[in-house]
């Protein structure tokens, strides 16, 4: 009986205890929102309508209002870093660094943003440091990321190639390209200093990774070449067209200096021109139409080319036409052909480029890593105009 009784007491009180209790959460929370600096609501939504630098003025203002904002921190540095203002990002990311009330997530985070203000600001040992700081953490497969395309920047081959092997296989491949390529460039390096064994070792490395890797067979042609084995580099060279034959057209000159030392052009002419039958390239045309007209002529080249051009119609092979037609033509008749061949050729400059397949980037060299994506083997060696006929 006692206990219930005690009941009948205590529920009232309960209830003005619960209210008691929401009323304070409720000021709690008006007393939180009021806290939050209207410069910060401002400066979101500068960020959503992408005005930042209004939204970079009203973060600013907010973080003096109230410096302990550690989000606040986080969004105005990213976005220094963003608009390119680094050295603005690294102080603000360095702060919080140094802050001794982050969480251990937070100053992780922290630590990944500095990493990347430093590797945009080109301070790479410095990004460097950063990300090896952060291998073993949580953060460890992003930090391998960062710190692979730091090697890569730095041209430090070995160091990339350690990373690389550690990393998870993506889209089936274990980087079998990549790691392919990294020791493709140790060879060139080595070449360069007539290390010829080391280049050796380095492209048999290449091998072994990708099989397929048709720049090691280039290269390898190169080591022989630099060592008088003119033989040898044209076999190394030759064996291109089983693996990829659009590569044959980085390989032309290369195949036509060596049959010059060895005094054998005219087999060099007779090779390139079976591969321009079985594999068609502008770049193959373009090599074997300088050897024609050396050694046979303009006649001989203006024929090669116009046979060139009945099989493939390209406004790249009309120009190297019309440069042929100009060297065989009447006196009379050449100054309209140099018009007409002026006309095509600002257009053919145009097509005349390498594009990468991955981002689209176009350039007039050919490169085995794209300079504005960073993927490896992402040129295909044709014109893009070729490309555009025959895809
Ligand atoms: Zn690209």
Known sequence: ?????????????????????????????????????????????????????KAIDAFIEAVRIDPQTIELHFALGSLFR???????????????????????????????????????????D?????????????????????????????????????IIRELPAHEDSHWQREIANFYCELAVQALADSRFEDADAHIAAAIAANR????????????????????????????IENQAPAYLALAAQRVMDAYRRLERVDQGQTLLRSWLERHPSLDLL?????????????QAAYELVREELRRNPTLLGLDKLLEAALLTAPVEHRGDIDLVKQLIHSHTRKVARYRCDTCGFK???FYWRCPACGGWETYPPRRTEEFDLTP
Not at 7 to 13: E, Q, R, S
Not at 97 to 122: C, H, M, N, P, Y
Request: net charge negative; hydrophobic share 45%; proline share 1%.
């Open 1 to 53: 009986m006692e206990i219930e009784f005690w009941w009948l007491l205590a529920l009232p009180l309960f209830f003005v205890m619960g209210w008691l209790a929401a009323r304070i959460d409720i000021r709690q929370i008006v007393h939180e929102s009021r806290a939050l600096p209207r410069s910060y609501l401002s400066g979101l939504n500068f960020l959503l309508n992408e005005q930042s630098d």
């Open 82 to 124: 963003r608009r390119g203002e680094t050295d603005r990002a690294i102080r603000i990311h360095q702060l919080l660094v140094d802050r001794e009330d982050l969480s251990e997530e937070q100053r992780l985070q922290a630590l990944e943003e500095l990493g990347q203000d430093f590797l945009k600001a080109g301070l790479l």
């Open 126 to 162: 410095r990004a460097e440091a950063v990300f090896l700081r952060l291998r073993g953490t949580r953060a460890d497969d992003r930090a391998a990321r960062y710190l692979l395309e730091i090697y890569q920047q730095e041209k430090d081959w070995v160091k990339a190639v350690d």
């Open 212 to 239: 397929a890797c048709v720049r090691a067979s280039l290269i390898l042609g190169d080591i022989f070449a630099a060592q008088g084995k003119d033989e040898e580099a044209l076999e190394a060279w030759k064996r």
């Open 286 to 298: 373009d090599e074997l139409f300088h050897w024609e007209i050396d050694q046979d002529g303009a």
């Open 363 to 365: 350039a007039r060299q």
